[in-house]
């Protein structure tokens, strides 16, 4: 395999991110974090870039932000992911994860089930109101109620 998993620092909802360590052939241990996109930012120092790593400055963070928003308006479920090479360490924690690189997005897209709508019509023609409560940021949600009317 070209890599090996070495550590991991598990999530957890202060943090909202977690991290993973593998070893890549060539022996550099690569910290990956992933979650959500403003707890990933607090970590990163950096920003990948075509021509390599820059200072993650603030033209970086307003077109991540631009990214995310978009992103989210249009109902994905957006997570930010970064990453650290470390030469020599054999165990990590929350106290390694400073000074990453910003490498991107990843998103999901989990559309409202089949008959939703219906069913909403339903409860409401029965007198029954309906709240939203939501784990999902204001965009996501606001996308996910127009969507289902």
């Not at 989210?72 to 470390?86: E, N």
């Not at 990590?92 to 909403?120: H, Q, Y």
Request: overall charge positive; some cysteine.
């Amino acid at each position: 395999a070209a890599f090996t998993k070495v550590d991991e620092i598990p999530y957890d909802f202060i943090r909202k991110r977690l991290s993973v360590v593998v070893r890549t052939k060539d022996a550099q241990n690569l910290l990956i974090t992933k979650g959500a996109v403003q707890n990933v930012l607090e970590t990163c120092s950096f920003a990948r870039a075509a021509t390599g790593l820059e200072p993650l400055d603030e033209t970086h963070r307003a077109a991540i932000d631009e990214k995310f928003r978009r992103w989210s308006a249009d109902g994905y479920r957006v997570l930010g992911l970064a990453i650290r090479q470390f030469e020599s360490q054999k165990t990590f924690s929350r106290k390694d994860e400073i000074d990453l690189a910003f490498a991107g997005f990843l998103l999901f897209l989990d559309p409202p089930k089949k008959g939703v709508k219906e069913t909403l019509a339903e409860l409401a023609h029965r007198g029954i109101a309906v709240k939203v409560i939501s784990g999902d940021n204001r965009y996501v949600a606001a996308h996910l109620a127009q969507a289902i009317g």
